[in-house]
């Protein structure tokens, strides 16, 4: 009996305070000025749990999110690593095509200066293990290459034709001791032969042929047009060391090449020096 | 102490539901957790208990949202009322019962606030719309609520053996 009493009690208790809070609320329907001193207090009390909160559901939400979209940036990233690598490849081919450019440039200078009837052509080969001074170039007997026709480059003389097939020839380098070169050192017009020396790669050596040889560092030897294959004037390249001979006279001597063998990548075949015995444009160049 | 704690625990509710459940909406209706706070408490720990956490989140929340003061203090005070009748009445273990509990609670509450605020002349869409929309939060309550009771449980448990400790102190 107590016990249903208490119950009707606190239903009565609940009601009035339904009731009341009802009445709070059509009271507070309306915009107010300002807050009441327990919302305000409340509020700003519940503030640093708010903001505490606040920042670990971001922080955590922030995670979740970065996990959801991580298969997205694997992806994203494989396809950006792609692109990269494919950036850089066209970057590095672009450059090559930069510098095929200018040296074609200068090829092309050389070629109207040289005077004579010249063919470019690129190499696609060389010499395998080092013993053989050849290059392998991309034309051949179609586009009018034959054997024995010199090869030159904007540095200098290069060599010979020694082999041709249809569409590609095999040139025999200075350098190569199967080499030899009619030459002339342009300061005393003394001939000489330049030959590929077999002591020192890619070096050649002079052999004077005038009974009082005078051959000095730093003397350029030039070809001398004798023998038929090289034209006259072209630069050969520049005495390095002198090798004393009996009384103590230079007879020989080691020729640095004006061309640097190592990176050739384009050159001239001369296809008609016959019909110019002489070439003075480029003399005058090497002067 | 009890009450202490169930203070601390009504404030720990209200700021996770203004402050987390908001991130975890969908289409803009959120779970109303401390609704479910409530209900579930009247259920474990009797009318009473249920009716205090009632009152202290229904407070806060009141003076956290400015407007219509006293609307959330009446909604908890009246679910958790009515809650308190299943209290050491129901199988509590079974966790369908959390659940069915707290959906059912969850309208009864939605519907008690869509009238209040109709009554005081707030504007709503359609009928079926606000229908949709309360029946969609008490279900998106009910899914959360055997976290929300595990919670409670663990610290219920906790209140009992350290009432217990300082008791035999």
Request: proline fraction near 4%.
């Given at each position: 009996?107590?016990?249903?009493?208490?119950?009707?009690?606190?239903?009565?208790?609940l009601?009035?305070?339904?009731?009341?809070?009802?009445?709070?609320?059509?009271?507070t329907?309306?915009?107010?000025?300002?807050?009441?001193?327990?919302?305000?207090?409340?509020?700003?009390?519940?503030?640093?749990?708010?903001?505490?909160?606040?920042?670990?559901?971001?922080?955590?939400g922030?995670?979740?999110r970065?996990?959801?979209n991580?298969?997205?940036?694997i992806h994203?990233?494989?396809?950006?690593?792609?692109e990269?690598?494919?950036?850089?490849?066209?970057?590095?081919?672009?450059?090559?095509q930069?510098l095929?450019?200018?040296?074609?440039?200068?090829?092309l200078?050389f070629q109207?200066?040289?005077?004579?009837?010249?063919?470019?052509a690129?190499?696609?080969?060389?010499g395998?293990?080092?013993?053989?001074n050849?290059?392998?170039?991309?034309k051949?007997?179609?586009?009018g290459?034959?054997?024995?026709?010199a090869?030159?480059?904007c540095?200098?003389l290069?060599g010979?034709?020694?082999?041709?097939?249809?569409?590609?020839?095999?040139v025999?380098?200075?350098?190569?001791?199967r080499?030899?070169?009619?030459?002339v050192?342009q300061?005393?017009?003394?001939?000489?032969?330049?030959?590929?020396?077999?002591?020192?790669?890619?070096?050649?050596?002079?052999?004077?042929?005038?009974?009082?040889?005078?051959l000095?560092?730093?003397?350029?030897v030039l070809?001398?047009?004798?023998?038929?294959?090289?034209?006259?004037?072209?630069?050969?390249?520049?005495?390095?060391?002198?090798?004393?001979?009996?009384?103590?006279?230079?007879?020989r001597?080691?020729?640095?090449?004006?061309?640097?063998?190592?990176?050739?990548?384009?050159?001239l075949?001369?296809?008609d020096?016959?019909?110019?015995p002489?070439?003075?444009?480029?003399?005058?160049?090497a002067? | 102490?009890?009450?202490?704690?169930?203070?601390?625990?009504s404030?720990?509710?209200?700021?996770?539901?203004?402050?987390?459940?908001?991130?975890?909406s969908?289409?803009?209706?959120?779970p109303?957790?401390v609704g479910?706070?409530?209900?579930?408490m009247?259920?474990?720990?009797?009318?009473?208990?249920?009716?205090?956490?009632?009152?202290i989140?229904?407070?806060?929340?009141?003076?956290?949202s400015?407007?219509y003061?006293?609307l959330?203090?009446?909604?908890r005070?009246?679910?958790?009322?009515?809650?308190?009748v299943?209290?050491?009445?129901?199988?509590?273990?079974?966790?369908?019962?959390?659940?069915?509990?707290v959906?059912?609670?969850?309208?009864?509450g939605?519907?008690?606030?869509v009238?209040?605020?109709?009554s005081?002349?707030?504007p709503?869409?359609?009928?079926?719309?606000?229908?949709?929309?309360?029946?969609?939060?008490?279900?998106?309550?009910?899914?959360?609520?055997?976290f929300?009771?595990?919670?409670?449980?663990?610290?219920?448990i906790?209140?009992?053996?350290?009432?217990?400790?300082?008791k035999?102190?």
């Amino acid at each position: 009996m107590q016990h249903e009493s208490g119950r009707r009690i606190s239903a009565i208790i609940l009601a009035l305070a339904v009731l009341a809070l009802i009445a709070v609320i059509y009271i507070t329907v309306g915009e107010r000025d300002q807050l009441t001193p327990v919302e305000y207090v409340v509020r700003e009390a519940l503030r640093p749990l708010q903001v505490g909160l606040s920042s670990i559901t971001g922080w955590i939400g922030n995670i979740g999110r970065t996990l959801g979209n991580l298969s997205t940036l694997i992806h994203e990233n494989h396809a950006l690593m792609r692109e990269i690598a494919e950036l850089r490849a066209e970057n590095v081919y672009l450059g090559e095509q930069r510098l095929e450019n200018l040296r074609l440039r200068k090829l092309l200078a050389f070629q109207d200066k040289i005077g004579y009837r010249t063919l470019a052509a690129e190499v696609i080969a060389r010499g395998s293990g080092g013993w053989l001074n050849t290059l392998t170039v991309n034309k051949g007997a179609c586009d009018g290459i034959e054997k024995d026709m010199a090869v030159v480059s904007c540095e200098g003389l290069l060599g010979r034709v020694v082999s041709v097939t249809a569409n590609t020839a095999n040139v025999l380098l200075i350098i190569d001791p199967r080499s030899a070169v009619g030459g002339v050192v342009q300061r005393n017009r003394c001939l000489a032969l330049v030959e590929g020396d077999p002591g020192s790669p890619g070096m050649c050596l002079v052999k004077c042929l005038t009974m009082e040889p005078d051959l000095e560092v730093g003397d350029r030897v030039l070809s001398s047009g004798l023998g038929g294959i090289y034209p006259k004037g072209l630069i050969i390249g520049e005495i390095t060391e002198v090798i004393p001979g009996e009384y103590g006279m230079g007879s020989r001597a080691r020729l640095e090449p004006g061309a640097d063998f190592a990176r050739l990548e384009e050159i001239l075949i001369i296809l008609d020096s016959s019909s110019l015995p002489d070439v003075p444009e480029f003399r005058r160049e090497a002067h | 102490m009890k009450y202490w704690i169930l203070g601390a625990m009504s404030v720990l509710i209200v700021a996770v539901g203004t402050t987390v459940i908001p991130h975890i909406s969908i289409n803009s209706i959120r779970p109303d957790i401390v609704g479910s706070f409530v209900v579930l408490m009247s259920m474990l720990s009797g009318r009473q208990d249920g009716v205090f956490v009632a009152v202290i989140t229904g407070f806060l929340e009141d003076m956290v949202s400015g407007q219509y003061l006293g609307l959330y203090t009446v909604t908890r005070l009246i679910i958790a009322y009515i809650s308190g009748v299943t209290y050491q009445k129901v199988f509590q273990d079974w966790v369908l019962v959390p659940i069915i509990l707290v959906f059912v609670m969850g309208l009864a509450g939605g519907c008690i606030q869509v009238f209040l605020l109709a009554s005081f002349g707030m504007p709503f869409g359609s009928f079926w719309t606000v229908l949709s929309t309360v029946i969609f939060q008490a279900m998106y309550s009910a899914l959360l609520s055997p976290f929300v009771m595990h919670a409670i449980h663990r610290s219920t448990i906790w209140i009992r053996r350290t009432s217990e400790s300082r008791k035999s102190l």
